[in-house]
């Protein structure tokens, strides 16, 4: 097994000499990264995803992507394009606000460079690596230009373009561009949608929406063999969060607590983020006791486990509600489903699937990071990563390339190293003891050689 292994990183790296030695377009390694909206992690347990599954046995899994804190769209796709934590790229919510500004952000209104330029995506790092471009059907940031840099090619976002519309532009552009694209991506706003609309409990219809996410999937790799790109494409299928059931008996009602006068609400569920009129410990003080299902925290106290404090769109007060629990403002209208919570919750986890040359075939691991996947992204695309939070490590089983060992072969190797040291003992300590031990004749003997002498 080890052996094989290590002829195949030979061989592996045998190839990408060869590959970097020649100047053909041709042999660039290239990436579509794909986010299915909402997309919960155990949506892949219990319900079926015939071409999902195909797509599976064929490349990689993990099971659990243990996103960002704020668990929302925005925050957590900017996440996997940059390897950052909330904290470090400055999109913290779907809703900011920015004090010395002034400046209001939402996702209806998210074109200000000013908000995504604390980092540098992976398709602004690729294009100015040379002789290469990126190409984007939609993904939150794509359509604006980052550090004066859009995609070579991109759709303005709109929920109204159909998935066979982005499907059709982005593999157009995979197959025929100079220069090449060699990193693209793909959006689509299901399951995410129906999961807000109808709760993930409501099997009826999320398996009728989850059916429609798996034929597109099937759209997906069809498209890329009929175009010749399945086999030198690599396809990273993945989400930006999970979901989870709400109802309008669990409510928590700000207006019962604190009077609206007194602040300004940024954000509301479940993450509210309170910029104070008034003073911020009283208005802190009243908050803590508001509700069981709430927590309070003033910025400075949020846990360290969020990676959630040290930026100034972060607001002096944040609320965190339970899971399924649904801030409002005296309003009884609220969706059945919802995300945002703690980032440790597995509810709110999406999984991802990988296929293509860099990837094992038929390889599944029970985790890694979101902020993990960019510096693989880098790796499988030759490009030098921005600064970041991820590890590529945690990374390395998923990949050809890449020289791993995982927990079960090591617990093997350390049990097998055992045994054969066990049986060498076992075979030194029955040799000793045979070579000890006098022969009955040679004794008799010897005695025999010692008397004759005596006797004559
Ligand atoms: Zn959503």
Not at 8 to 19: D, E, K, M, R, T
Not at 149 to 161: D, G, I, K, Q
Not at 227 to 256: A, F, P, Y
Request: charged share 20%; hydrophobic share 40%.
């Amino acid at each position: 097994m080890l052996m094989m292994k290590l002829l195949l990183i030979l061989a592996f790296s045998g190839l990408v000499a060869g590959f970097s030695s020649n100047s053909s377009d041709s042999f660039l390694p290239k990436l579509l990264l794909v986010s299915f909206d909402g997309f919960r992690a155990d949506y892949l347990q219990n319900y079926d995803f015939p071409h999902l599954q195909n797509f599976i046995k064929e490349g990689v899994l993990v099971e659990h992507v243990k996103n960002v804190f704020i668990t929302k769209t925005f925050p957590n796709h900017y996440s996997i394009v940059t390897g950052l934590y909330e904290e470090s790229h400055g999109v913290v919510a779907n809703s900011m606000y920015d004090v010395s500004t002034e400046k209001h952000f939402s996702d209806a209104d998210d074109k200000d460079p000013f908000w995504w330029n604390e980092a540098v995506p992976i398709w602004v790092t690729n294009q100015l690596h040379g002789n290469r471009s990126s190409a984007a059907a939609m993904w939150p940031g794509t359509d604006v230009s980052i550090h004066n840099t859009t995609p070579s090619y991109f759709m303005n976002y709109s929920p109204a373009v159909s998935f066979e519309e982005r499907l059709n532009n982005i593999t157009t552009w995979l197959s025929s561009s100079s220069p090449p694209v060699t990193f693209a991506t793909l959006y689509w706003e299901e399951p995410d949608a129906s999961g807000h609309k109808y709760g993930p409990e409501d099997t009826k219809h999320m398996s009728s929406v989850l059916k429609k996410v798996d034929d597109h999937i099937g759209d997906l790799v069809h498209k890329l063999k009929m175009l010749g790109l399945w086999k030198t494409l690599n396809v990273i299928i993945t989400s930006d969060h999970g979901m989870t059931q709400c109802s309008k008996e669990r409510l928590i009602n700000l207006d019962t607590c604190i009077n609206h006068t007194q602040y300004t609400l940024i954000d509301v569920t479940p993450v509210a983020a309170i910029l104070p009129k008034m003073n911020v410990t009283q208005l802190y003080n009243k908050l803590k006791v508001c509700n069981h299902h709430l927590s309070v925290y003033l910025k400075e106290d949020i846990p360290a486990r969020f990676h959630y404090q040290h930026n100034d769109r972060i607001q002096p007060i944040i609320l965190v509600a339970d899971e399924g629990w649904t801030i409002v403002i005296n309003e009884t209208l609220i969706k059945l489903g919802d995300h945002g919570y703690d980032n440790a919750l597995p509810s709110m986890h999406p999984f991802l699937a990988a296929h293509g040359p860099a990837f094992h075939k038929g390889y599944k691991q029970r985790t890694i990071d979101s902020v993990d996947i960019y510096p693989m992204m880098c790796h499988i695309l030759g490009l030098e990563p921005q600064p970041n939070n991820g590890t590529f490590g945690n990374t390395k089983c998923l990949l050809v390339d890449q020289w791993c060992i995982n927990l079960p072969e090591a617990i093997g190797i350390v049990i097998g190293a055992l045994l054969v040291l066990t049986t060498l003992t076992g075979l030194i300590i029955i040799m000793k003891n045979r070579q000890s031990v006098p022969q009955p004749f040679s004794r008799l003997q010897l005695q025999d050689d010692d008397d004759d002498p005596l006797i004559e």
